[in-house]
């Protein structure tokens, strides 16, 4: 397992935690993360600590949106926030174009081309949080207000 540490979408996520933080780091899962449950499950905590990263794309652009596992992303309120009329889950080609990942282990962090993020404000009521870490087997746990520094992300009430 310890080997997914040398895979180069974890090693992307890993750079990253640890050029904003030392203490951050990749945690290897022996069993897989490639859903909130799965991860909630595999890391004994409440399913809505595991930030899903649902990848969305507009007419003209991209948006990832990290939601904690819990809740689910409405796009009715991310078309009023970006004033846009058609928004929708991206392709798994898309998702692995522009955030060099694929889909079960997209990472809030370390993604090959900038993108727009917007972070589900519920994720706040947590003390520590996991999001993906470029593999289905592997995660990070990070807290609220380190997340929105590290990705830069807008923090907006974007859950049904």
Do not use: W, Y
């Not at 974890?10 to 904003?20: A, G, I, N, P």
């Not at 948006?63 to 409405?74: E, F, H, T």
């Not at 889909?103 to 900038?114: A, E, M, N, R, Y």
């Amino acid at each position: 397992m310890q080997d997914l540490l040398s895979k180069e979408p974890v090693k992307r996520v890993s750079q990253k935690l640890k050029d904003f933080d030392q203490k951050l780091e990749v945690i290897v899962l022996e069993t897989s993360a490639r859903t909130a449950k799965d991860a909630a499950d595999s890391l004994d905590t409440e399913v809505g600590s595991i930030i899903k990263s649902l990848f969305l794309r507009t007419e003209k652009s991209f948006l990832l949106c990290l939601v904690a596992g819990d809740k689910r992303c409405s796009l009715n309120k991310i078309k009023k926030i970006l004033n846009e009329k058609d928004v929708s889950m991206g392709s798994a080609d898309q998702v692995k174009e522009i955030t060099g990942f694929t889909i079960g282990g997209v990472s809030p962090v370390g993604h090959l081309k900038p993108i727009k993020i917007f972070i589900d404000k519920s994720l706040s009521r947590f003390t520590n949080i996991f999001g993906a870490a470029g593999h289905p087997n592997c995660v990070f746990k990070i807290n609220f207000e380190n997340l929105q520094k590290i990705t830069n992300g807008e923090v907006n009430d974007i859950v049904e």
